[in-house]
């Protein structure tokens, strides 16, 4: 038997694309392999390799032997993207072996299509705790995305002015809250924590918007062509985001030093307003 390992650490961002490329390197190589598992880590990611149509083994723990092991591994895809100044998609691709034409460097995942309460309808999401931003690496390694404690408030309060219909969603992990020294001020039922990945996804089919500075939201927003605002650092724009070309979303590039809180409102007041316009002033 003809046994092949594909091997994904990647959490939602990242996964997004690698899921793909798995999937194209199945149909361009899988016929040689008598079995194919991919190793995934077993956390709401693991959603995003499912349910793709291709026969592999969704497994958490490796059982060799192996004729063929790939290892999709970030940091090797983001150096052939810094030497090639391509997207990190076309980085799998090599890693994979396979070619890349039948790829495209936006976020695509499918999930299966479920009931939405009424009351999840028109939420106005809101993704901004620092646990979705910390290194999962090993040995850890500090957070590398944009912590935006202090900067929230007006950002919370110009999107409660907006969509004065819509109720708010914080998302995060069922333990996250907020620290009371930001004093941020919300309602216990405006906490969206620990919603599975494929519902999380649905609900943002009908958001008003999304509003994050987790780039694994924003790419999950993405996959959906949900409005959103993304604030991402440099590197992630430049490896994820600046080549989707999607009209619901509008990109912030920033770094802690450069940050102004009226500044950044502004910008979202003029991506909310761009969104109306769009729905006939809805």
């Known amino acids: 038997m003809k046994r092949a390992l594909l091997k994904s650490h990647n959490l939602i961002g990242d996964g997004l694309y690698v899921g793909p490329v798995a999937a194209e390197w199945y149909r361009q190589k899988g016929y040689e392999f008598d079995e194919i598992e991919m190793y995934v880590l077993p956390d709401h990611s693991a959603c995003l390799y499912e349910g793709m149509g291709v026969p592999w083994n969704i497994v958490h723990e490796e059982t060799p032997p192996y004729d063929v092991r790939i290892n999709f591994d970030v940091d090797r895809a983001r150096g052939i993207c810094d030497e090639r100044r391509c997207h990190l998609v076309n980085g799998y691709a090599e890693i994979a ?21 009424e009351d999840k309808k028109n939420l106005v999401m809101v993704s901004m705790f620092t646990r979705s931003c910390e290194s999962r690496a090993t040995p850890p390694k500090p957070p590398n995305k944009m912590l935006l404690w202090p900067h929230w408030k007006p950002l919370l309060e110009l999107l409660r002015s907006e969509y004065p219909d819509s109720k708010l969603a914080l998302l995060g992990a069922p333990d996250d809250r907020l620290r009371p020294e930001y004093g941020l001020e919300v309602t216990e039922d405006e906490y969206l924590l620990g919603i599975p990945l ?39 724009a430049l490896h994820f985001i600046v080549p989707w070309g999607n009209r619901n979303m ?9 940050l102004n809180p009226d500044t950044l409102r502004m910008q979202l007041q003029s991506a909310i307003r761009d969104w109306k316009a769009k729905e006939g002033g809805v």
């Open 250 to 258: 509008r990109v912030v590039q920033i770094t802690p030093m450069q």
């Open 198 to 236: 494929p519902l999380l996804a649905n609900y943002m089919k009908y958001a008003k918007c999304v509003v994050t500075v987790d780039n694994g939201m924003g790419h999950l927003a993405a996959s959906q062509r949900a409005r959103h605002f993304h604030m991402a650092c440099g590197l992630l």
């Open 97 to 117: 072996g396979i070619k890349s034409d039948n790829l495209q460097p936006i976020p695509n995942y499918q999930p299966p299509v479920m009931e939405v309460p």
